[in-house]
Nanobody
């Protein structure tokens, strides 16, 4: 199973970025997906998740209304559209594939079996 995340970069406060994560090796259309992030010296934290059908999403409070998670099952890819970025969004962002097929969006890292390599997002003030 491979998850390839991309789209990170260095931006200024208020800018936007779109992260992508392409999945291979699993039945993508039947599994929920999520984004997590880890800032230097901090624990990994949940950012957003989407159900296998794409009809349900979940977000951490601090990104609600600014970030949007979506998926394209035809391309085996999920996205994280990040708008109005803030310096506190600076982190390495990881995509993850849920441990079990179907089900709703999951916010615990323990519910994910496969992880991408991460993509760095840096927001300057």
């Amino acid at each position: 199973v491979q998850l390839q995340a991309s789209g990170g970069g260095l931006v200024q406060t208020g800018d936007s970025l779109r992260l992508s994560c392409k999945v291979s090796g699993r039945t993508f259309s039947r599994i929920g997906m999520g984004w997590f992030r880890q800032a230097p010296g901090k624990e990994r934290e949940f950012v957003a998740a989407i159900s296998w059908r794409g009809d349900r999403t979940d977000y951490r409070n601090s990104v609600e209304g600014r970030f949007t998670i979506s998926r394209d099952n035809a391309k085996n890819t999920i996205y994280l559209q990040m708008n109005n970025l803030k310096p506190e969004d600076t982190a390495i962002y990881y995509c993850a594939a849920a441990r079990w097929a179907e089900g709703g969006p999951k916010s615990s890292g323990d519910d994910y079996a496969n992880w991408g390599q991460g993509t760095q997002v840096t927001v300057s003030s």
